[in-house]
């Protein structure tokens, strides 16, 4: 199974910055290539929203519309990361923001960080 592990969130003030992480893990055959790297979030009530996704081959990425302009995603394929830089925080951005790893036949999910957009 894969593992990814979230960190980065925190508590930042409007028109802030952030950058979460997410660390991916394997076991034998993991290639992190492969894996189609995204950005979820969740608000307090709301449905699930897609903020992001990066592709495997050729890491064209994809944003929501909410965040497009002030948010890029990336990926680092020798240390088997995903970032997500957030920019010009609005308070409509705060919820728990989940990593996930996708190939055709399964996909993974991180435990989620907490963004707290607030003055």
């Known amino acids: 199974q894969v593992q990814l592990v979230e960190s980065g969130g925190g508590l930042v003030q409007p028109g802030g910055s952030l950058r979460l992480s997410c660390a991916a893990s394997?076991?034998?055959?993991?290639?992190?290539?492969?894996?189609?790297m995204a950005w979820y979030r969740r608000a307090p009530g709301q449905a699930r929203e897609m903020v992001a996704t990066?592709?495997?081959?050729?890491?064209?990425?994809n944003y929501g519309a909410s965040v497009k302009g002030r948010f890029t995603i990336s990926r680092d394929n020798v240390k088997n990361m995903a970032f997500l830089q957030m920019n010009s925080l609005k308070p409509e951005d705060t919820a728990v923001y989940y990593c996930?790893?996708?190939?055709?036949?399964?996909?993974?999910w991180g435990q989620g960080a907490q963004v707290t957009v607030s003055s």
């Open positions: 996930k790893a996708a190939v055709a036949w399964d996909e993974y």
């Open positions: 990066i592709n495997a081959a050729d890491s064209v990425t």
């Open positions: 394997g076991g034998p055959g993991f290639t992190f290539s492969s894996y189609v």
